[in-house]
């Protein structure tokens, strides 16, 4: 089975943070935590960065590494090293996503996330530091 490494941005903004939903592929209309694929001979953390510019227009900031999800698709393995973000510049547009909106901890349960970012959101149904 293929693996394919992505990076996801977890973007806090005071104590709420950007999720965006998916608008394409088997996902399509699911919530995700916005990032991308891991380009060879790119850091995980240039790869996050150059992903949500591309993605959603903002510049970010990484704060800290957050966890790394091993998920297991149908056709592939996933590796998702998730990072807690924050936004210092750009103007959020939307390039690979129908919606995004900032939510609390307490509202992450409320929505149908891909299968995969149910574990983050498991990691930080248990932080203190969002």
Same mark, same amino acid.
């Given at each position: 089975?293929?693996? @394919?490494?992505?990076?996801?941005?977890? @973007?806090?903004?005071?104590?709420?943070?950007?999720?965006?939903?998916?608008?394409?592929?088997?996902?399509?209309?699911?919530?995700?935590?916005?990032?991308?694929?891991?380009e060879?001979?790119?850091?995980?953390?240039?790869?996050?960065?150059?992903? @949500?510019?591309?993605?959603?227009?903002?510049?970010?900031?990484?704060?800290?590494?957050?966890?790394?999800i091993?998920?297991?698709?149908?056709?592939?393995?996933?590796?998702?090293?998730?990072?807690?973000?924050?936004?210092?510049?750009?103007?959020?547009?939307?390039?690979?996503?129908?919606?995004?909106?900032?939510?609390?901890?307490?509202?992450?349960?409320?929505?149908?996330?891909?299968?995969?970012?149910?574990?983050?959101?498991?990691?930080?149904?248990?932080?203190?530091?969002?």
């Amino acid at each position: 089975m293929k693996t @394919i490494e992505v990076v996801a941005a977890i @973007i806090k903004q005071d104590d709420k943070i950007l999720v965006t939903r998916r608008g394409y592929g088997e996902f399509a209309d699911m919530w995700e935590f916005p990032g991308g694929k891991v380009e060879p001979h790119e850091t995980r953390e240039a790869a996050l960065i150059r992903e @949500i510019k591309e993605e959603l227009e903002l510049d970010i900031t990484i704060s800290q590494y957050l966890t790394t999800i091993d998920y297991d698709y149908p056709t592939f393995h996933l590796t998702m090293h998730c990072f807690i973000s924050n936004i210092v510049g750009g103007e959020l547009r939307l390039n690979a996503h129908n919606d995004a909106k900032w939510i609390t901890i307490d509202e992450l349960d409320s929505l149908p996330w891909v299968p995969a970012d149910v574990l983050v959101v498991n990691e930080l149904k248990g932080l203190s530091c969002i």
